[in-house]
Nanobody
């Protein structure tokens, strides 16, 4: 099982980006999916979670600017980021709880995609 994240890049403050993360491999089921981020010198922090039935939860500081969504048929999770600020600069990681290979749900991480917001 692999998670492949994409969509990062350089954007000016106030701009938008949409991150994507697709799961591949022999997958029986996908539970919660999420985005985390890690800025240089900082701990990794939760951005948003989406459950398998579409319920969402956001970090308080990001509500209203970021939107998480998923496409179960595509085995993908997305993060729409609007009104970006320089402090949003970080490497963004996707996470998914995946049932595969006869195992119960396990947590998988994507490789991360870098978002840089210039002032």
């Amino acid at each position: 099982v692999q998670l492949q994240a994409s969509g990062g890049g350089l954007v000016q403050a106030g701009g938008s980006l949409r991150l994507s993360c697709a799961a591949s491999g022999s997958i029986a089921s996908i539970g919660n999916m999420a985005w985390y981020r890690q800025a240089p010198g900082q701990q990794r922090e939760l951005v948003a979670i989406i459950t398998d039935n579409g319920s969402t939860h956001y970090a308080d500081s990001l509500k209203g600017r970021f939107t998480i969504s998923r496409d179960n048929a595509q085995r993908s999770v997305y993060l729409q980021m609007n009104s970006l600020k320089p402090e949003d600069t970080a490497r963004y990681f996707c996470l998914a709880n995946i049932k595969s290979g006869g195992y119960d749900y396990r947590t998988f991480w994507g490789q991360g995609t870098l978002v840089t917001v210039s002032s």
